[in-house]
């Protein structure tokens, strides 16, 4: 493996695997934000202890997101140098502000919920919880601005062969980011969603065998499980119809990694949707693939009709060859690549089952939600032990689905890093080559930063399961110690939270 | 002043909030086992930064940002060609925010030791490899016309760059004795003043050692001022501690520290990076600065940011501002 590959590696381990504590951290930390807010207006024990419950949970979680995120921070310089020499005068800015304007407000806030119970007034206390999780979406917002701004360059120009910005407001307005966000913000719901499901169902489903838990208790689980019931619910209404806004626009602005999506071959009038493949996809001719279609359902995902022409690999790769040039530049700095041929299509596996896997799993995320909601209706609770086995093995379907949408988007931009915007209109000259994009660095350095991350995040990915797991077995009383009754003699100055 | 050389300013500007800020944060964790003797102990420590440590790592990760934006040659080149210290950097701040969130989570003789030594390790080799980065954008680094490394990964290790690590890692040692003097009460209070008084001209010596390092190599007639101010900031800290006004002392570090940052900075200027290959080669801030528009709306960002920033960060020390002793500490409760 050469350097590029290995950083490619890296950067695809390191980011998949941040996104694992990001949605999660974003879900709830609105969930929770939510409940304490019930509890501040209503005084009901429950939603305290749902607070606490959930709100523990939710720091486990975001110490490891927070870490995590510091590498994606570092590693555009360090892996990727030439990328960031080339794009940062406009791809800097919104990364300067997520940390100046919501991570800053993020982290600083979050340190005074988790010490302030006792140092703060009650309503002092919750807005720090409801600054954090704003901030938390902030951040969101400014990271997927600068993502939509490599998959759809907007608002700049090139100036001695540097794109300089031109306006903020178009990197922030870009059409890709406007469906992007709501894409990604309701993919992180459905975590939460699935999240609260999971464990609320195997607490009240034992609860129930057992006749154990006191009333109070057991409306915590129920709360919980109906509320992440409807949160994912409504997150993949909100996930189906974004990802539909974000398919259409996808077309238009990456016609190949749509057309990769489908391994549609050639172009077809009215195209089909491919369901399910037989195999293999990667095979250029697609004479080897048999495919399971639904006529003319891919014409309306393109282009809202069902008789549009979409267009296939083979005639795009031709396009892009003509508009970006058949071969590489002859630049020493591209390595054994320089002046070798450019393949335009990107993985078909991957893409292709990439998309597939988006949409089944997050399809089963949904499904898991509305079934769980039917048979806890009316106070019901199901006996079979299959009920919290299905609902905890449920939590993994939206992680799945939301790690499998950023594969398929990033791997589908392939062979750039910025990729062409499309318009003739918009900004000329403005992409790369994710080739082009590498730092010069040994084998050696890529080699040894992406053996330790890697050990390093698996590692910490066993600590923090075994303490996730922990925690969401002890339930309320793991997080609240039992109430003492005060003696007025003994004047305690104790911390009520401490490390 | 024209808006690059104000993000110069902002640049060394973050640089002085992270140095002062998580210069304590590491120190505290360097001292954990040193003053820590029991575990309650040692709880009493990670407190005093347990609310404001992520906080503080921020202003490291804005810098970064901030270069990226402003001036992304820089960063480029920088962040590539200290890769494998950068590598450390992240490893140990990975563990060390972990560690804090995590040690108390089980009650676990072993579970905190394990958890302890991340945190001393985590501050120790971050606090070096910070160092040692610094040092080397001041002093410069094998640059070639493009403003990539030429030679091996190691090309820029010597002896300077040694100074350069010790002088953060001994710096943060002082500054964080300090600061848990300031905030803890009882028997940690004294034995941390007596160990910082004990440890502190040793320990500042290679901050010394590297301001004079740069003052002979790339200094001016001006940049004397700075150096002399550290010296005096020093000095006084140590005099105010020893006079039982740890808050003097602590603001007295923060003026070193100031101090040591518009010496560097100074140093670097107009550069941003200097290249010891060829100073042809050196990246400037006029090479490297992003275009006026991109300036402008940062420039807006942080005006209104930044002093926001200052505000609720402040509001929050405020908030935590009481000493804590062991009698303060909970009982561990967890599952």
């Known amino acids: 493996m050469d350097v590029l590959d290995l950083a490619r590696w890296q950067f695809g381990i390191t980011t998949v695997y941040h996104f694992l504590m990001v949605p999660l951290t974003i879900g709830l930390g609105v969930l929770v934000a939510g409940m304490q807010t019930a509890w501040v207006r209503t005084g009901k024990l429950k939603y305290l202890r749902m607070t606490k419950f959930w709100g523990k949970l939710m720091l486990v979680n975001f110490a490891m997101g927070v870490v995590t995120g510091i590498v994606q921070e570092f590693q555009f310089g360090m892996s990727w140098s030439a990328y960031s020499r080339f794009v940062g005068d406009v791809f800097g800015a919104p990364l300067a502000m997520e940390g100046l304007v919501a991570f800053f407000v993020e982290s600083t806030f979050l340190g005074l919920w988790i010490f302030g119970w006792d140092r703060l007034s009650k309503r002092v206390h919750l807005a720090c919880i409801w600054a954090f999780s704003l901030a938390t979406i902030a951040s969101a917002y400014f990271i997927l601005a600068a993502n939509s701004w490599m998959q759809h360059p907007v608002g700049a120009e090139i100036v001695d062969g540097q794109p300089r910005l031109t306006s903020i407001w178009a990197v922030f307005g870009n059409s890709t980011v406007l469906a992007a966000f709501p894409h990604a913000i309701a993919g992180a719901f459905a975590v939460g969603g699935a999240f609260l499901v999971g464990i609320a169902a195997w607490h009240l489903w034992r609860k129930h065998r057992d006749n154990t838990g006191d009333p109070a208790d057991r409306e915590v689980w129920r709360g919980s499980l109906r509320l992440g019931g409807w949160v994912g619910l409504v997150a993949f209404l909100g996930v189906a119809i974004s990802g539909d806004f974000q398919g259409k626009l996808m077309f238009e602005q990456q016609p190949m990694k749509m057309a990769a999506a489908e391994a549609l071959c050639h172009t077809e009038q009215p195209a089909s949707f491919s369901v399910f493949a037989y195999g293999d996809v990667s095979q250029p001719d697609c004479e080897s693939v048999k495919s399971l279609t639904v006529p003319a359902l891919l014409s309306f995902l393109a282009h809202n009709d069902f008789t549009t022409e979409v267009k296939g690999i083979e005639d795009l790769r031709e396009e892009y060859g003509e508009k970006y040039g058949t071969h590489y530049p002859d630049d020493p700095r591209l390595g054994e690549l320089a002046g070798q041929p450019v393949d335009y299509v990107p993985n078909l596996p991957v893409t292709y089952w990439g998309f597939r896997l988006m949409i089944g799993f997050g399809a089963l995320a949904a499904g898991a939600a509305a079934f769980v909601l039917w048979v806890t209706r009316k106070g019901r609770v199901p006996r079979t032990k299959w009920f919290p086995r299905l609902a905890l093995a449920g939590i993994a379907t939206p992680f799945l689905a939301n790690s499998f949408g950023w594969i398929f988007t990033e791997m589908g931009r392939q062979p750039f890093v910025v990729v062409p915007n499309p318009n003739p209109s918009g900004v000329d000259g403005v992409w790369m080559y994710t080739a082009q994009g590498v730092s010069g660095l040994t084998v050696g350095e890529v080699l040894t930063s992406l053996i330790v991350l890697t050990a390093l995040y698996g590692g910490l990915a066993v600590v923090e399961f075994f303490l996730l797991r922990r925690y969401a077995r002890a339930g309320v009383e793991g997080v609240m110690p039992p109430e003492k009754p005060k003696d007025p003699d003994e004047p305690s100055d104790k911390l009520t939270f401490a490390y | ?335």
């Not at chain 2, 954990?32 to 009493?44: A, F, I, N, S, Y």
């Not at chain 2, 120790?124 to 640059?143: D, K």
């Not at chain 2, 990539?148 to 953060?168: C, H, P």
């Not at chain 2, 003097?248 to 550069?271: E, H, S």
């Open chain 2, 1 to 335: 002043m024209d808006l690059a050389t104000i993000w110069f300013c902002i640049i060394a500007f973050l640089w002085l909030g992270y140095l002062f800020l998580e210069g304590f944060d590491f120190g505290v964790g360097m001292l954990l086992h040193r003053l820590g003797r029991t575990d309650t102990e040692r709880r009493v420590l990670v407190n005093t930064i347990g609310p404001v440590w992520d906080g503080n790592e921020v202003w490291l990760i804005v810098a970064a940002g901030a270069t990226f934006a402003a001036f992304p040659g820089w960063y480029a080149s920088l962040f590539s060609s200290a890769y494998l210290p950068l590598l450390l950097i992240l490893a140990g701040l990975i563990g060390r925010g972990v560690a804090f969130e995590y040690r108390g989570k089980v009650d676990s003789d072993r579970w905190r030791r394990n958890w302890d030594r991340v945190i001393l390790a985590g501050s120790v080799i971050p606090a070096l490899g910070i160092g040692l980065l610094l040092s080397w954008n001041v002093l410069g680094l094998p640059l070639d016309a493009a403003g990539d490394r030429v030679g091996s990964a190691f090309a820029a290790f010597g002896w300077e760059t040694l100074i350069g690590a010790l002088a953060v890692a001994g710096f943060s040692i002082v500054h964080g004795g300090i600061f848990i003097t300031l905030k803890t009460a009882g028997e940690l209070h004294a034995r941390a003043r007596q160990l910082t008084l004990r440890i502190a001209p040793i320990a500042l010596t290679p901050l010394v050692a590297l301001l004079l390092l740069v003052q002979l190599r790339v200094g001016s007639a001006w940049s004397w001022i700075p150096l002399g101010l550290v010296l005096l900031a020093a000095a006084l800290g140590y005099l105010r501690l020893l006079a039982d006004r740890e808050g003097q002392a602590f603001a007295a570090m923060g003026v070193a520290i100031a101090a040591t940052v518009v010496a560097l900075f100074g140093a670097l200027y107009p550069n941003v990076l200097p290249s010891t290959v060829d100073p042809n080669f050196s990246l400037s801030i006029a090479d490297t600065a992003s275009g006026d528009y991109t300036l402008t709306v940062m420039t807006w960002v942080a005006a209104f940011g930044a002093p926001a920033v200052l505000v609720y960060q402040g509001w929050t020390y405020w908030v935590f501002r009481k000493r804590i002793s062991t009698s303060h500490i909970p009982p561990v409760h967890v599952p």
